[in-house]
């Protein structure tokens, strides 16, 4: 069983739309890492975060550490959101992290 | 501010050969990690430098090393290359473990 399962693998969304992807863990951690992957393969750090919530622009990340679940939320969905999105758990030890990933899912938005 | 620079962008291999790839950090950033990507099995750890020591390996074998240097730049050495070793090799910073990650663009490797 992969210690990082996300949801849905693929999302087509209409433009506009409010977006959720879900990440389930099953270890303890000190924080989750969002992660947004364009065709071309650059990665680009989304949010990091150990409790509540965060947001930047349109993009609004949660977290419930007891309920080891975080979810990534779009507002008003746009074409240019279209990516893969990962969620990434470190797995500490030895004061050093081991970034475990999720599968991603895969978000179109059609215009 | 530059970002993490990773050279070259695309390499082709043969079999057998070893290949080195290069990593440069943002400045100030003395954590540096390497992840393998492939569509089989997705994004996987490779190994965490900081400060020049090794502080985690991945699950791979002792065909994959590499090393930090003083000034934070790191390398990555893939010995005896087999055709399952063709992926797209990403390396990050970070100043620390309270901060995210910044990646390069990767290394796009070919085995053939």
């Known amino acids: 069983k992969n210690e990082v399962e996300q949801s849905p693998q693929n999302l087509t969304a209409q433009e506009g739309e409010f977006i959720t992807i879900n990440c389930s863990y099953s270890v303890g951690i000190s924080a989750l890492h969002w992660l947004q992957q364009h065709p071309g393969g650059g990665i680009v750090s989304l949010f990091m975060?150990?409790?509540g919530k965060k947001k930047h622009g349109r993009l609004i990340a949660t977290i419930n550490i007891q309920e080891k679940h975080s979810s990534l939320h779009i507002t008003a969905s746009h074409p240019r959101d279209s990516a893969v999105y990962i969620c990434a758990v470190p797995l500490s030890g030895a004061g050093s992290y081991q970034l475990t990933f999720g599968k991603g899912t895969k978000l179109s938005v059609i215009p | 501010k530059a970002g993490v620079t990773q050279t070259p962008r695309y390499l082709i291999k043969t079999r057998g050969q070893q290949v080195t790839l290069s990593c440069s950090p943002i400045?100030?950033?003395?954590?540096v990690s390497w992840y393998q990507q492939t569509p089989g099995q997705g994004l996987q750890f490779l190994f965490e430098?900081?400060?020049?020591?090794?502080?985690n390996k991945g699950n791979f074998p002792g065909r994959f090393s590499g090393r930090q240097f003083s000034n934070s730049r790191s390398e990555m050495n893939v010995s005896t290359l087999e055709l399952g070793d063709s992926a797209l090799y990403l390396c990050?910073?970070?100043?620390?473990?309270?901060?995210?990650?910044?990646f390069g663009s990767g290394t796009r490797l070919t085995v053939v």
């Open positions: 990050a910073s970070r100043q620390g473990p309270d901060y995210g990650y910044t």
């Open positions: 400045s100030g950033h003395r954590s």
């Open positions: 430098y900081f400060s020049e020591t090794q502080r």
């Open positions: 975060l150990s409790s």
